[in-house]
């Protein structure tokens, strides 16, 4: 790190790339994104951005031309470009192998399953006939899926009949499908999982995790159940990230069923909104602990600092120019903290911002962050 100030490049410049931006630059390093929207949420707050789709080859080759390290706080890019760019000597991680995986949803499931890992019972939806013996081999109820694309939901769609096969493959035309069966969990679990470049793991403690129209609104930490379910969630996560190639700090979505067994739902080659609460609580933020992984920095320390954090998402409630309201009535709560992302327009179920919450127990920063919510409007 002697001389000149190394560059961290980032495809991808939302609010992601916003806090892996604010992480890295207390570290001494510059970062430059790729990103289609004017004055993006990171460099709103000092990345310099290459303005281009994130499919845009000549901007991903700009971008390693100017970077030292290249990272993405997004895996729906191309990951051919970044193969190649790997091979000429550029470092990219979590490796753009890792990355493919991960965007192709039924590839994930199935290479996760071929390696022991505990997942749901999924099949590939390859035609009518396909969806409807999947649907009678689930007992009547499954999930379909786009293969790629999907998040918060989107491309995703629960099924319980014949019709409901037809509203989906019609809703999906043209695109890549799997089937997953319906979970019967009791909730569902996240943790961020760090790897370095020489093998480190690091295992974030254990998040519960709160939807709403398929869209993450809340997260409690440490997650409230035993300790049993604790260690094997943790344990495997680790199995998880001993099987991934790459550093960086990865997310990982898992259901806890009836029966008290993990099963992994999702991995995210990325940072992730699960581990937003880092920040406050964590001695190494989520963002601080992804620029050590992929610079070659030591990991560090995942110990919580407060004995409860509650992250609630900020999402738009209506389409129109963002104003916010309510900052400072938000700032007079003990334990509370607010991040805004610098997004407009605001749109229904845009993630906008989020708020953490630390406090003595899991009452008092659900209290806290939930009135912090209703005191802000934007």
Not at 81 to 87: K, N, Y
């Given at each position: 790190?002697?001389?000149?100030?190394?560059?961290?490049?980032?495809?991808?410049?939302?609010?992601?790339?916003?806090?892996?931006?604010?992480?890295?630059?207390?570290?001494?390093?510059?970062v430059?994104?790729?990103?289609?929207?004017?004055?993006?949420?990171?460099?709103?707050?000092?990345?310099?951005?290459?303005?281009?789709?994130?499919?845009?080859?000549?901007?991903?080759?700009?971008l390693?031309?100017?970077?030292?390290?290249?990272?993405?706080?997004?895996e729906?890019?191309?990951?051919k470009?970044?193969?190649?760019?790997?091979?000429s000597?550029?470092?990219?991680?979590?490796?753009?192998?890792?990355?493919?995986l991960?965007?192709?949803?039924?590839?994930?499931?199935?290479?996760?399953?071929?390696?022991?890992?505990?997942?749901?019972?999924?099949?590939?939806?390859?035609?009518?006939?396909?969806?409807?013996?999947?649907?009678?081999?689930?007992?009547?109820?499954?999930?379909m899926?786009?293969?790629?694309?999907?998040?918060?939901?989107?491309?995703?769609?629960?099924?319980?009949?014949?019709?409901?096969?037809?509203?989906?493959?019609?809703?999906?035309?043209?695109?890549?499908?799997?089937?997953?069966?319906?979970?019967?969990?009791?909730?569902?679990?996240?943790?961020?999982?760090?790897?370095?470049?020489?093998?480190?793991?690091?295992?974030?403690?254990?998040?519960?995790?709160?939807?709403?129209?398929?869209?993450?609104?809340?997260?409690?930490?440490?997650?409230?159940?035993?300790?049993?379910?604790?260690?094997?969630?943790?344990?495997?996560?680790?199995?998880?990230?001993?099987?991934?190639?790459?550093?960086?700090?990865?997310?990982?979505?898992?259901?806890?069923?009836?029966?008290?067994?993990?099963?992994?739902?999702?991995?995210?080659?990325?940072?992730?909104?699960?581990?937003?609460?880092?920040?406050?609580?964590?001695?190494?933020?989520?963002?601080?602990?992804?620029?050590?992984?992929?610079?070659?920095?030591?990991?560090?320390?995942?110990?919580?600092?407060?004995?409860?954090?509650?992250?609630?998402?900020?999402?738009?409630?209506?389409?129109?120019?963002?104003?916010?309201?309510?900052?400072?009535?938000v700032?007079?709560?003990?334990?509370?903290?607010?991040?805004?992302?610098?997004?407009?327009?605001?749109?229904?179920?845009?993630?906008?911002?989020?708020?953490?919450?630390?406090?003595?127990?899991?009452?008092?920063?659900?209290?806290?962050?939930?009135?912090?919510?209703?005191?802000?409007?934007?």
């Open positions: 790190m002697e001389g000149e100030l190394r560059t961290i490049g980032i495809v991808g410049g939302g609010q992601l790339g916003r806090m892996l931006t604010l992480a890295a630059l207390p570290l001494g390093f510059r430059v994104v790729v990103d289609p929207g004017a004055n993006c949420p990171a460099a709103q707050v000092g990345a310099e951005q290459i303005l281009a789709n994130l499919y845009d080859t000549d901007a991903l080759k700009e390693a031309k100017k970077s030292d390290y290249i990272t993405v706080e997004i729906h890019l191309d990951t470009v970044l193969e190649e760019l790997a091979a000597g550029t470092h990219i991680n979590p490796a753009p192998s890792t990355i493919r991960i965007q192709d949803k039924f590839a994930q499931k199935q290479f996760l399953a071929k390696a022991g890992v505990p997942v749901a019972p999924f099949s590939d939806i390859t035609d009518r006939n396909a969806a409807l013996k999947s649907l009678e081999n689930y007992g009547g109820s499954m999930i899926k786009t293969r790629h694309g999907a998040y918060d939901g989107r491309g995703n769609m629960v099924v319980r009949s014949a019709k409901d096969i037809d509203t989906a493959l019609a809703a999906f035309e043209g695109r890549a499908l799997y089937a997953e069966a319906l979970v019967d969990f009791e909730c569902e679990l996240a943790t961020m999982v760090a790897r370095s470049m020489t093998g480190d793991i690091a295992i974030y403690p254990i998040t519960q995790t709160i939807h709403e129209r398929n869209i993450c609104v809340e997260t409690l930490t440490p997650a409230p159940v035993n300790a049993a379910i604790h260690e094997k969630a943790a344990a495997v996560a680790r199995s998880v990230a001993e099987l991934l190639d790459g550093a960086g700090t990865f997310g990982i979505e898992m259901f806890l069923t009836k029966e008290g067994d993990i099963l992994i739902n999702e991995i995210a080659p990325r940072v992730h909104n699960s581990g937003h609460y880092t920040t406050e609580a964590i001695r190494t933020s989520q963002f601080e602990q992804h620029v050590r992984a992929i610079t070659g920095l030591p990991l560090g320390s995942v110990d919580m600092l407060v004995p409860a954090a509650v992250m609630v998402n900020i999402l738009g409630k209506r389409d129109g120019p963002t104003e916010i309201r309510g900052v400072a009535e700032l007079a709560i003990p334990g509370v903290s607010l991040h805004l992302y610098g997004k407009s327009p605001t749109k229904i179920d845009r993630k906008m911002g989020h708020i953490t919450a630390t406090a003595a127990t899991m009452a008092e920063a659900r209290k806290n962050a939930h009135t912090a919510e209703e005191l802000l409007t934007i």
